[in-house]
């Protein structure tokens, strides 16, 4: 019977064919194991010489790492392997023979790592944050869906920027001037009053000359946009929305996480609510802190942020940023116009931003003349615009940062180990 390491437990007992890699092996004079992986799952392969025979015994003894094979065995449950299984190998096809694999048992520097990434992804390590990636993105569809969001893809080539004009990646459109996209939102909310409630999953650019364990140059956001919805009740489908995807990932990937050696008690905490800190008093408690160089008006940096996170053990919202900080589609506070309806979800545990969103100013008049203070094209905008003058109604929307979201679900250091092939400063390779 052909089969998968992660359906192998349906075939205890029974002889199985798979086809997987050697991820490495270790042996003596009369048995050998093998470190078996196909994708879905790792499996260790014992090799009795005694039961196999002289002659596969010293094939599987030289087998070497990363040559590719079709093994049958027979499936055995052990309680010390993390699959729960093992494989009694009984016969080896050897597909290929690779040799002088790169990547050995022994340690190696993450430049080396990174130039090699197209082989670093076989890594029992890569693969468990892959897969808890997948579940995130997979729990996303599922929550989104569940909720009544309609799935709208905005465009890659822009001709406006939603974020700011000084980390575009412009390129030619013919004989136009174009941007890659930095976020959908505009068009999200365009999609959000021909739909109601949308989301966007894609990839996004920024020239930022950032080069910190939080940034990529090229990432992957999920933007929901939704009309009718003001400030709170934009907090409250963020808190639920997070604490589903932890939920999914702590139901569907415990194997994964164990690899990684995340503590999972920390993550089975995160239930909505999440706390809201206003940003005039996470200027105060900072202060108090002791970080005496920040004053109100300021943005905070990523000690700043960690030090509010490290308050809670939960995600937090820090809401109501001063105006002159965000861009110029935010609805500023009915009450004073210094600070906006806005509000970033800062991760636990030091990983920083995950969220940023805001109710988005309806009023034609105030968006026009916001469009001017920040020097924007207001032909590129006539568009978004228009969007004010035919119904225009409060909506509000954000964005999620998967990357980052993947790093602290998989407690992961840096960024670059969350996306397959990461864009970094100076890294267009491999
Ligand atoms: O806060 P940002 O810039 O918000 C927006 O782009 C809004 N237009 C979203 C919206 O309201 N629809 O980015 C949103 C999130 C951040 O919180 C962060 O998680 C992630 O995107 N992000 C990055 N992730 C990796 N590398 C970078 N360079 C990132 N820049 C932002
Ligand atoms: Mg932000």
Redesign the pocket.
């Known amino acids: 019977m052909k089969t998968t390491i992660a359906k192998i437990g349906q075939y205890e007992g029974q002889e199985v064919t798979i086809g997987a890699w050697l991820a490495g092996k270790r042996s003596s004079g009369k048995i050998a194991f093998l470190q078996l992986r196909d994708g879905t799952g790792f499996i260790q392969g014992v090799v009795v010489k005694a039961e196999a025979g002289e002659e596969q015994f010293q094939q599987a003894k030289n087998l070497t790492q990363e040559s590719s094979l079709y093994v049958t065995g027979t499936v055995k449950a052990d309680e010390r392997s993390p699959s729960g299984y093992e494989l009694v190998v009984s016969h080896i096809d050897l597909l290929h023979a690779a040799t002088d694999y790169p990547i050995t048992p022994k340690e190696h520097g993450t430049e080396f790592l990174m130039d090699h990434r197209h082989l670093w992804l076989r890594s029992k390590r890569q693969h468990a944050v892959m897969k808890i990636r997948n579940e995130i993105i997979r729990a996303t569809y599922q929550f989104f869906n569940e909720n009544g969001f309609v799935k709208v893809d905005p465009p890659i080539l822009t001709g406006s920027a ?2 700011g004009t000084s980390e575009l990646f412009a390129t030619k459109y013919f004989d136009e001037d174009a941007y890659l996209s ?4 505009l068009y ?1 909310e365009a999609a959000a009053m021909a739909l109601g409630r949308v989301f966007s999953f894609g990839p ?1 650019f ?1 020239a ?1 000359k ?1 080069k910190t364990r ?4 090229e ?1 992957w ?1 999920i ?3 939704m009309a009718f919805v003001e400030f709170e009740e934009n907090l409250e489908i963020q808190e639920q929305y997070v604490a589903y995807i932890v939920k999914a990932v702590l139901d569907a990937c415990q194997l994964e996480l164990n690899v990684l050696g995340r503590d999972t008690s920390k993550l089975e905490q995160i239930t909505a609510p999440f706390p809201r800190i206003h940003y005039d008093q996470a200027i105060t408690f900072l202060q108090e802190k002791g970080f005496d160089d920040i004053t109100w008006g300021d943005d905070f940096g990523a000690p700043h942020e960690t030090a509010i996170a490290e308050h809670y053990d939960k995600p937090v919202f820090i809401t109501h940023y001063p105006t002159s900080l965000k ?1 110029f589609y935010m609805q500023p506070d009915p009450e004073r116009d210094d600070v906006v309806l806005c509000a ?2 800062i991760a636990p545990e030091g990983y ?7 109710q988005r100013i309806d009023d034609a008049d105030l968006l026009k003349q916001r469009i001017k203070e920040h020097q924007l094209s207001e032909d590129a905008y006539k568009w978004y615009m228009e969007l004010r003058h035919y119904g225009s109604v409060p909506h509000s ?5 998967l ?3 993947v790093a602290w679900l998989a407690g992961v250091e840096h ?1 670059r180990e969350t996306i397959p092939f990461p864009r970094l400063l100076n890294r267009l390779y491999p």
């Open positions: 939603p974020e930095q976020s959908g939102q999200m996004t920024r930022e950032s939080r940034h990529l140059i990432f956001m933007e929901p946009e861009p970033d979800l920083g931003e995950i969220i940023g969103g805001s929307g954000f964005g999620l940062g990357e980052r979201t960024v």
